[in-house]
T-cell receptor
Framework: DAEITQSPRHKITETGRQVTLACHQT?????MFWYRQDLGHGLRLIHY???????NKGEVSDGYSVSRSNTEDLPLTLESAASSQTSVYFC??????????FGPGTRLTVL | QKEVEQDPGPLSVPEGAIVSLNCTYS??????FMWYRQYSRKGPELLMY????GNKEDGRFTAQVDKSSKYISLFIRDSQPSDSATYLC???????????FGAGTRLTVKP
């Protein structure tokens, strides 16, 4: 069965370190998204990609970057982690014809 | 003002009750409306998907969209303890690549 996976599921890091969160989908979807979920804010879009070599900034992109070298993967990088980036991160993918399918999430703590 | 407003609750009801969950929005350009269910420490999963105004029913779940009032609702009939989760409303303008989410309502159904 097609799926979307994220790794690691939990991560603790220190302020100032670079962190990369992985997202892998086997749906063969062109569109991939990264969200963060914080209490009281719901899901907020960080970055998204409509295909290989395409990346776009979302609502809360400062301090984050993505790259898309193939259809299956969209890694999210925190260049210099800050405590304000402590959150739960969700990756999603879609074909564009219907809804987005979400991964299980990565819980990131920045100390 | 947020584009999508959703009462975070929490909402607690007895088993068998009818549950009403609601969202309001400010952007009249939204055309696609969705409800996601999110169990604790899991990713959101699509529950209902509607286009434009009207009602849609799927088993015990009914989604209503009133574009004139910028108001959407999700009704759960004969609620079950397994319905205990956070319910997120979401909406988009052109397709499912530009979704905006509500903050989510946490629902508990007590046996």
């Amino acid at each position: 069965d097609a799926e979307i996976t994220q790794s690691p599921r939990h991560k603790i890091t220190e302020t100032g370190r670079q962190v990369t969160l992985a997202c892998h989908q086997t749906w063969n979807h062109n569109n991939m998204f990264w969200y963060r979920q914080d209490l009281g804010h719901g899901l907020r879009l960080i970055h998204y990609s409509y295909g290989v070599q395409d990346t776009n900034k979302g609502e809360v992109s400062d301090g984050y970057s993505v790259s898309r070298s193939n259809t299956e993967d969209l890694p999210l990088t925190l260049e210099s982690a800050a405590s304000s980036q402590t959150s739960v991160y969700f990756c999603a993918s879609s074909s564009g014809a219907d809804t987005q399918y979400f991964g299980p999430g990565t819980r990131l703590t920045v100390l | 003002q947020k584009e999508v407003e959703q009462d975070p609750g929490p909402l607690s009801v007895p088993e068998g009750a009818i549950v009403s969950l609601n969202c309001t929005y400010s952007n009249s350009a939204f055309q696609y409306f969705m409800w996601y269910r999110q169990y604790s420490r899991k990713g959101p999963e699509l529950l209902m998907y509607t286009y434009s105004s009207g009602n849609k029913e799927d088993g015990r779940f009914t989604a209503q969209v009133d574009k004139s009032s910028k108001y959407i609702s999700l009704f759960i009939r004969d609620s079950q303890p397994s319905d205990s989760a956070t319910y997120l409303c979401a909406m988009s303008r052109y397709n499912n690549n530009d979704m905006r989410f509500g903050a989510g309502t946490r629902l508990t159904v007590k046996p």
